[in-house]
T-cell receptor, first 115, second 109 residues
Framework: DAGVIQSPRHEVTEMGQEVTLRCKPI?????LFWYRQTMMRGLELLIY????????DSGMPEDRFSAKMPNASFSTLKIQPSEPRDSAVYFC?????????????FGPGTRLTVL | RKEVEQDPGPFNVPEGATVAFNCTYS??????FFWYRQDCRKEPKLLMS???SGNEDGRFTAQLNRASQYISLLIRDSKLSDSATYLC??????????FGDGTTLTVKP
């Protein structure tokens, strides 16, 4: 079975541009998570969905960030307008359930550089 | 204070050595605990869950001390391939995981 798929793998953009990151979770997984990883802040949970519905977006840094999950097999994370401090690796993860012991499987990440 | 704290290292050990990492967490209501491994420029991957009674998976042993709010990971007979960053993960409630910043291990020949 294919793992979590993310695109693009690398994105370089200029400050002020809109950036859209994409994720396809593992088939049959009902939970989808977006994380951001930086050297300064480590791995942070931005938002997660259950059955396409956002459950907790308290980690979304500000209004410039938005996430959607229009169906069970696709999610986007959008940054508009982008800023240099948004440069990070963005990971998408999915899990079948979200119980205490359920494993989250991570995608390969999108490495974003905002100039 | 961070919710999950780890010694960042780096730990530099020779092949065959035994090395231990500790991780402390602040939320006493946390229910589940994990160790993830992250190779350079790769995604985190589950190494093992940590059970209350402690658990072992080959050369890896995980322990949980709820009273002191820390978990540990012991690696015996280190291999070159064990070189990675090890992330401590605490799940205070279903759905939300908090990751430590990771401990970097380098195993040298």
């Amino acid at each position: 079975d294919a793992g979590v798929i993310q695109s693009p793998r690398h994105e370089v953009t200029e400050m002020g541009q809109e950036v859209t990151l994409r994720c396809k979770p593992i088939s049959g997984h009902d939970y989808l998570f977006w994380y951001r990883q930086t050297m300064m802040r480590g791995l942070e949970l931005l938002i997660y969905f259950n059955n396409n519905v956002p459950i907790d977006d308290s980690g979304m840094p500000e209004d410039r960030f938005s996430a959607k999950m229009p169906n069970a097999s696709f999610s986007t994370l959008k940054i508009q307008p982008s800023e240099p401090r948004d440069s990070a690796v963005y990971f998408c993860a999915s899990s079948r359930l979200a119980g205490y012991t359920d494993t989250q499987y991570f995608g390969p990440g999108t490495r974003l550089t905002v100039l | 204070r961070k919710e999950v704290e780890q010694d960042p290292g780096p730990f530099n050990v020779p092949e065959g050595a035994t090395v231990a990492f500790n991780c402390t967490y602040s939320n006493s209501a946390s229910q589940s605990f994990f160790w993830y491994r992250q190779d350079c420029r790769k995604e985190p991957k589950l190494l093992m869950s940590v059970y209350s009674s402690g658990n072992e998976d080959g050369r890896f042993t995980a322990q949980l001390n709820r009273a002191s709010q820390y978990i540990s990971l012991l690696i015996r007979d280190s291999k070159l391939s064990d070189s990675a960053t090890y992330l401590c993960v605490v799940r205070p409630h279903a759905g939300k995981s908090t990751f430590g910043d990771g401990t970097t291990l380098t195993v040298k020949p």
